[in-house]
């Protein structure tokens, strides 16, 4: 079992969640997150006045699926959060030792499907 977690920017939110449904995820979690990776921040101007915001607002989902499943959905939310700028993001995929659906208590891939 795996775990993908993408941070990207929150103007592609939409278009990740219609790449993953289609690409067969059955769920997923969405947090608000703030961050910054190399841009480290960037300066606005508010009322003539140059501030720095360092920590920008970013998306992030997770969605727990299947080993054989983790690559697909991964190029799924590449193609769709990419922009071609920096900060579009990062992924991370991580291994998880086992998922409990608390409602019946089933395990791992019966947990996460359908």
């Given at each position: 079992?795996?775990?993908?977690?993408?941070?990207?920017?929150?103007?592609?939110?939409?278009?990740?969640?219609?790449a993953l449904s289609d690409a067969g995820?059955?769920?997923?979690?969405?947090?608000?997150?703030?961050?910054?990776?190399?841009?480290?921040?960037?300066?606005?101007?508010?009322?003539?006045?140059?501030?720095?915001?360092?920590?920008?607002?970013?998306?992030?989902?997770?969605?727990?699926?299947?080993?054989?499943?983790?690559?697909?959905?991964?190029?799924a939310i590449v193609q769709a959060a990419?922009?071609?700028?920096?900060?579009?993001?990062?992924?991370?995929?991580?291994?998880?030792?086992?998922?409990?659906?608390?409602?019946?208590?089933e395990r791992d891939e019966l947990a996460?499907?359908?």
């Amino acid at each position: 079992m795996k775990l993908v977690t993408a941070i990207f920017k929150p103007s592609r939110l939409d278009a990740v969640i219609d790449a993953l449904s289609d690409a067969g995820a059955t769920g997923m979690t969405v947090s608000e997150v703030r961050g910054y990776g190399r841009q480290r921040g960037k300066t606005e101007v508010y009322r003539g006045a140059e501030y720095e915001v360092r920590l920008l607002p970013k998306v992030k989902v997770e969605v727990a699926c299947p080993s054989s499943e983790a690559d697909r959905l991964a190029e799924a939310i590449v193609q769709a959060a990419n922009t071609g700028t920096i900060g579009d993001g990062k992924i991370f995929i991580h291994d998880l030792d086992a998922i409990i659906r608390i409602r019946t208590g089933e395990r791992d891939e019966l947990a996460v499907s359908g």
